[in-house]
């Protein structure tokens, strides 16, 4: 005798066997049976693990709950062959009716690139193979120096010329500067802050960093700063600048790099117009010229012989959408001096 149920259920029946007996001609055999089914649960069907910043590993976890009569056999798993994904916990074998087992897995990307894999399970179900789409997103931080380099000029001793750089985040995640540092301390030359450090900075935001030259000495003189991230990637501003010491008279200008004397933005941020106001020792032929903090060239203007003493231009800010701006002061017998400003629309 065979059951062969066709769904869920209890099931009754009769075998009646008739023989040549003259006392028992007919026998009747009673018969029962209940259908069963399992029934395998996925939640959720697909795993996104979503933006994960790199190097890092996150863990998630999928719910594997039968709903059937019947418990259900888990033959295999199988995970395709993709490195980013990898498998915490696959002990369940078995899952018995109305229980839940978990299925643990991990995504560890390796670069800022999007991964794609599956999950793959056979059981002894009517339908026995079982596909788990994954994916995940790596997100990674990048730094950038804007601008790369900062050349000071020539600048009396005994006086301070200051100059401004950005730290950048150009990549898709945050990235937390753990210090900034000299690799030589003692120099001519340092940085303050407006935000303490260690800070974050947000994808697409940058932190600025004020720099000043302080001679003491007169010659040419350098400096690096080394910016290090908390992942301990690092990057290096290098930073010059010319001392000149003052002679005992004339001008008290001994060298033509001190033909500017003073450098300035108003307002600053501006939310439109803003002026640059300039100084000069002596008259000399000067081009202004406006660039971003990637260095990209937005304007350029030619000046013309400006007098001795002091000027006020007005800057074209119209055009510009909002960020940060280095204004630059080229003078024909002088290396350029440049000022930053902030734009806010």
């Known amino acids: 005798v065979t059951f062969l149920p066709t769904s869920v259920g209890s099931y009754y029946g009769m075998l009646i066997v008739s023989g040549d007996d003259a006392k028992n001609p007919i026998d009747t055999l009673y018969l029962k049976g209940s259908g069963i089914n399992s029934a395998l649960s996925i939640t959720p069907a697909s795993l996104n693990f979503g933006q994960v910043p ?97 050349d000071f000029g020539p600048v009396d001793t005994g006086k301070t010329a200051q100059m401004a750089d950005f730290i950048h985040n150009t990549g898709s995640a945050s990235i937390r500067i753990a210090s900034l540092a000299f690799k030589k301390p003692g120099s001519a030359f340092s940085y303050t802050t407006k935000t303490a450090i260690p800070a974050n900075i947000a994808v697409g935001d940058s932190l600025e960093v004020d720099l000043s030259f302080a001679p003491r000495l007169g010659g040419a003189q350098s400096a690096d700063l080394l910016v290090t991230m908390a992942d301990n990637t690092t990057a290096s501003l290098a930073m010059q600048g010319t001392g000149v010491v003052k002679s005992s008279g004339g001008s008290g200008v001994s060298a033509p790099g001190a033909i500017v004397t003073a450098l300035g ?35 350029a203007e030619d000046l013309g012989t400006l007098a001795e003493g002091s000027h006020t231009i007005q800057l074209a800010t119209n055009n510009l959408p909002a960020g940060a701006y280095f204004v630059r002061i080229q003078c024909a017998t002088a290396p350029s001096m440049q000022t930053h400003f902030i734009l806010v629309r």
């Open 54 to 150: 790199v190097p890092s590993t996150v863990l998630d976890t999928i719910l594997l709950s039968n709903t059937g009569t019947a418990s259900v056999n888990i033959l295999s798993y199988r995970l395709s062959a993709y490195a980013a994904f990898g498998v915490v916990d696959s002990s369940a074998k078995q899952i018995a009716p109305n229980q839940t087992a978990k299925l643990i897995l991990s995504f560890s990307p390796a670069g800022p690139i999007l991964y794609s894999g599956t999950m793959t399970l056979t059981t002894d179900e009517a339908t026995p193979t079982r596909i788990i789409n994954l994916s995940g997103t790596g997100i990674q931080g990048a730094l950038s120096l804007a601008p790369s380099s900062i």
């Open 265 to 299: 933005i108003v307002p600053n941020p501006t939310h439109g117009a803003a002026a640059c106001e300039v100084t000069l020792a002596m008259p000399d032929v000067v081009r202004l010229i406006i660039i971003d903090a990637t260095g990209r060239e937005f304007m």
